[in-house]
């Protein structure tokens, strides 16, 4: 088997001939979709939250609209419902949903599975029948498979399965459809030469985030229950609080990234790892389940060896609030809501304490986080960008192009290295005093997931209230809990910016430019304590007065 398919598009450059290519393939799976879409405006609204009631049939929102992943699942297993129709509708729901967040809608693949599922004598796997969108550079199950990861010069590159991807495939699950991801797959944001701008489908003049922002943009719509992001610094949990659902970035090692494609494979410094993006909190901790049921440390060596062991709070919790990381003050509607679960918590019994970041040099972290990204100082992804001809796009250009970023002598990497594990292990000592008179030492940090809620385009410069937790590898979940509100949210007048960074994000915000944009925050807990992390999110949605 040839490693690359390359298109022949006579009339075009070479650079044009792939970029052409890959949106072929992209339409061709779109226009699979049966019966058609009717009813689509030729120009498409601000807002694409009213088109699944104008286009799609009663019962096709009703499956996509009225069921938690595992009030789904349930049905399915069940036989109240097939799987074949069930897939149907996702698959138009999915198609509906194209805001430049599909590379591949797998309509043949799809009902083909669902069929044989149908045809099982009883129902097999924790993740029977349901559909899960997956992240496109990650590679899928089947045949002719492709992946570019974003890269003009991978298209057509030919590409498998991964591990993960196997273990769910094996728990029943339906793949139906692959998303989006940013050039190089470094941004917070979705835009790439492939496939432009991946618009957020709330407000198309601002972002879904990234790097797993096709993923977020679909869900968003109910497109998808649950899909399977990745996340190196703030690539789940950015793009799922932008749209207001469920993420979850485990510890680095308990889900395998083996077979996914991505730029400077074998780097060590600084690691990625998948992680579930969803509609109701429940789904996260499914997903863990179902990733780590088939044991793949034996399969992948690299892995820690830890089966999933939920976690119960029997004592009283201890939130800590992280105010501001002390560097980029967070946006009024973030601040609201930090405010508004803080008291929920008090009155739920909880205790609840500030987290002093202004003490812990958070900007050191962003510091060694851009040298440990890019250790041969960005050179494979810009001689990949310039062999496929692609413009570097401005976001891009911001991660490339920090002032530290450098290629590094061995010497050089070691000393990175050791200050990483140096600031990892202060900020360990920092938490274990938070231990009071009782003993009793912090539980968690709810912090920002972002300065703010979903950015202007190409304005997700700030990476800070995510890429940090990726330097120490503590786990993180995000949970929607208001939305943006101009009454309540105005601009904090007299406000005097801290530094360049804090003045660029004060001087973004607006209540009338993200009016009714969701607001989410992120509930983070110490290294491999990631049953624990789902567990207290749980409480903390009972303060809240949710099930």
């Not at 009030?71 to 036989?79: F, H, P, Q, S, V």
């Not at 799987?83 to 949903?97: D, G, M, Q």
């Not at 968690?444 to 972002?450: A, E, H, M, R």
Request: aromatic letters at 8%; hydrophobic letters at 35%; a negative charge.
């Amino acid at each position: 088997m040839q490693d690359q398919y390359v298109p022949e598009v006579t009339h075009l450059k070479t650079h044009d001939k792939r970029v052409a290519w890959a949106r072929a393939q992209r339409d061709a799976g779109l226009a699979k979709v049966d019966p058609k879409l009717q009813g689509i405006p030729d120009q498409l609204p601000q807002s694409s939250l009213g088109l699944p009631g104008a286009v799609l049939t009663a019962r096709e929102i009703e499956i996509t609209e009225s069921y938690s992943v595992t009030e789904l699942l349930r049905i399915l297993k069940d036989r109240e419902i097939t799987v074949e129709e069930v897939t149907r509708a996702f698959l138009r729901r999915a198609a509906l949903a194209q805001t430049n967040c599909i590379t591949h809608l797998l309509w043949d693949q799809a009902i083909t599975r669902a069929k044989n599922l149908d045809s099982l004598p009883e129902p097999k796997g924790m993740l029977f029948g349901l559909p899960i969108s997956t992240k496109e550079h990650h590679g899928m199950v089947g045949d002719e498979v492709v992946t570019n990861a974003s890269l003009t010069t991978w298209i057509g590159k030919r590409h498998g399965s991964n591990l993960l991807y196997d273990s769910l495939y094996d728990q029943g699950c339906v793949f139906y459809v692959r998303t989006t991801q940013p050039q190089n797959i470094m941004q917070l944001e979705t835009v790439s030469v492939i496939y432009g701008r991946t618009v957020h489908p709330y407000n198309r003049e601002l972002s879904p985030g990234g790097s797993s922002g096709g993923e977020s943009a679909l869900i968003g719509m109910r497109g998808s229950l649950l899909g399977v992001g990745g996340d190196i610094g703030g690539s789940i949990r950015c793009p799922a609080a932008h749209v207001g659902i469920y993420g979850f970035k485990p510890t680095l090692k308990r889900i395998s990234v083996l077979g996914s494609r991505s730029l400077m494979a074998g780097k060590e410094t600084i690691m990625s790892t998948p992680g579930p993006m969803t509609v109701d909190r429940d789904a996260l901790e499914l997903f863990m389940k179902a990733a780590l049921a088939s044991e793949p440390w034996l399969t992948d060596p690299s892995l820690t060896f830890k089966p999933w062991s939920p976690y119960k709070c029997i004592q009283q919790l201890k939130i800590a609030i992280m105010w501001w990381d002390g560097v980029v003050t967070p946006h009024p509607p973030i601040t609201r809501a930090m405010k508004e679960v803080a008291e929920a918590c008090c009155k739920a019994g909880m205790e609840v304490v500030d987290w002093d970041a202004e003490s812990l040099h958070h900007q050191t972290s962003w510091e060694l986080l851009t040298q440990l990204y890019w250790p041969d100082g960005g050179e494979e992804a810009l001689d990949l960008m310039k062999k496929g001809g692609e413009e570097v796009l401005p976001l891009s250009k911001f991660i490339l192009q920090q002032a530290n970023v450098k290629h590094l002598t061995q010497p050089e990497l070691w000393d990175l290295c050791r200050r990483r594990d140096e600031y990892r292990a202060e900020y360990a000592h920092a938490w274990n005093n938070t231990k009071g008179e009782n003993g009793k030492e912090v539980d968690v940090i709810i912090c920002p997931p972002s300065f703010g809620a979903a950015s202007p385009h190409d304005q997700s410069r700030y990476w800070g209230y995510t890429s940090h937790w990726n330097l120490l590898d503590y786990p993180g979940a995000i949970f929607p809990v208001t939305k943006v509100c101009r009454e309540k949210d105005p601009i904090q007048t007299g406000y005097i910016p801290k530094n360049e960074e804090d003045r660029f994000i004060y001087e973004m915000y607006s209540p009338e430019r993200y009016e009714d944009m969701p607001v989410a925050l992120q509930v983070i807990g110490r290294r491999s304590y990631d049953e624990k992390v789902l567990a207290v999110l749980k409480e903390i949605e009972l303060a809240l007065g949710r099930e």
